[in-house]
Each structure stands twice: as C-alpha cells, then as structure tokens.
C-alpha cells in the first residue's frame, strides 16, 4: 500500500526568507504525486502534481516542489515566505490499486503546518 | 463549473441520531470519493464510486455508515446510530478518468455531542 509522510508537525519561517516542506513516500510503481493547501475552516486547495517530466514541478501562488526519486522526496519550496502563505499543507500520492490499477484514490500525509513571521 | 457542493455545510447532531449528508460533483466527472478528515490530520479515504458502482470501502467505514450513489451523479453519505468519535470534517471529492485533477467540496463538519 502507498502511503506518505511529513515529518514535521510545524514549520516556521520568517518572512522573505525561503521555505520547505518536506514530503517522503511509498509507493509501487510510478508515483503521482500532489501537495494541497488548506486554510482555516477552508477545502483543500490544489498547489501542484508531479506526474513525469521534469523533477521540478511549479504551481501555484510561487509554489514548486522537486521531486527526488532515489530518496523518495516530494518536498515543497518556496524562494521568499509571505505571511499569507501560512496555513496547513497536505502531501499526496495517488494509489494506483483496483482493478487495473484503475480506482486512483489519493492517500494523504497528515499535514505540516506552516507558520510564516512577519 | 460550479464545483463540487456538499450540503449541509455544518451538522450538529445528538448522540444516536441518524445523519445524511449530500454530495453533488462536477457534472462530467465519473470518480467520487468521500474522505473524512479530523482536527489536525490528513483526510482518511472512506469510500470509492465510479459512476454508480461503489467499488472500494475502507475498514474506516464501519457497519453504520452506508453511502451510495444512486445515477452516478450525486451521492449521499449515511452514518447511523451516530457517535462523539464521528464528529469530524467529511469531504467529496470528484475525478474525470481524462484528467489527474481532483475537486475537492468544501466538506460537512459534523458535531455529535
């Protein structure tokens, strides 16, 4: 079964300095890989996906992760914190179990939250 | 678009009570999964439908949750006999097979006291 973690509870950075998340998984086979945002009493947001092609993937609100296949990496980065950014940040990967590897439900990491000091 | 909408928005119920809640996802996306998501966590996967068969279950669904999805469009998600550990946020989210993107609805935060 796949599944993902994000070893820190909480990450807090300082206004226009450079952050990241860090994101491990397991999976079987290629990995498809998501980050998403959630904002207080908000849904889940979608950053950005990993699918194939280049290992550094761009999203959205200045948002990028590199995907590192031998260490098994997803982390997401930012060059310069704002402190709107702050918020809980979910890594993902999709499974690619069921019939024909067919039923594509995503396995979620139990969230980072990101604390951005003005 | 109109994107996924769940309803009711918030449900506070009594301990025992029986509650529904709907889904109806973007009208061309044939996936629809309901997660559950507890203060702090990543959402837990509950339950999978391709159009209108409910494929896959997890052990987090126990016997008094029942979810179905009638005419592959919107789905309802039971939970009976309701207890103080289902209080939670539960979410649908919706899929088209053509594309990697899912849709996720704002959620119904569930209240059992």
């Known amino acids: 079964a796949q599944s993902v973690a994000q070893p820190e509870d909480q990450v807090n950075v300082a206004e226009g300095n450079p952050l990241t998340v860090k994101c491990t998984y397991s999976?079987?086979?290629?990995?498809?890989l998501f980050w998403y945002v959630q904002y207080p009493n908000r849904g889940l947001q979608f950053l950005l996906k990993?699918?194939?092609?280049?290992?550094l993937v761009k999203g959205s609100y200045g948002f990028e992760a590199e995907f590192n296949k031998s260490q098994t990496s997803f982390h997401l980065k930012k060059p310069s914190a704002l402190v709107s950014d702050s918020a809980l940040y979910f890594c993902?990967?999709?499974?690619?179990?069921?019939?024909?590897?067919?039923?594509?439900?995503?396995?979620f990491g139990t969230g980072t939250k990101l604390q951005v000091i003005p | 678009d109109t994107g996924v909408s769940q309803n009711p928005r918030h449900k506070i119920t009594k301990r025992g009570q029986n509650v529904t809640f709907r889904c109806d996802p973007i009208s061309e996306h044939n996936r629809l999964y309901w997660y559950r998501q507890t203060l702090g966590q990543g959402p837990e996967f509950l339950t999978y439908f391709q159009n209108e068969a409910q494929l896959e279950k997890s052990r987090l669904l126990s016997d008094r949750f029942s979810a179905e999805r009638p005419k592959g469009s919107f789905s309802t998600l039971e939970i009976q006999r309701t207890e103080q550990g289902d209080s939670a946020m539960y979410l649908c989210?919706?899929?088209?097979?053509?594309?990697?993107?899912?849709?996720f609805g704002s959620g119904t935060r569930l209240t059992v006291v």
């Open positions: 999976v079987s086979g290629n990995p498809y």
């Open positions: 989210v919706s899929k088209r097979d053509s594309n990697y993107g899912y849709t």
């Open positions: 993902a990967v999709r499974d690619e179990g069921g019939l024909g590897g067919g039923y594509q439900k995503v396995t």
């Open positions: 990993y699918i194939t092609g280049d290992n």
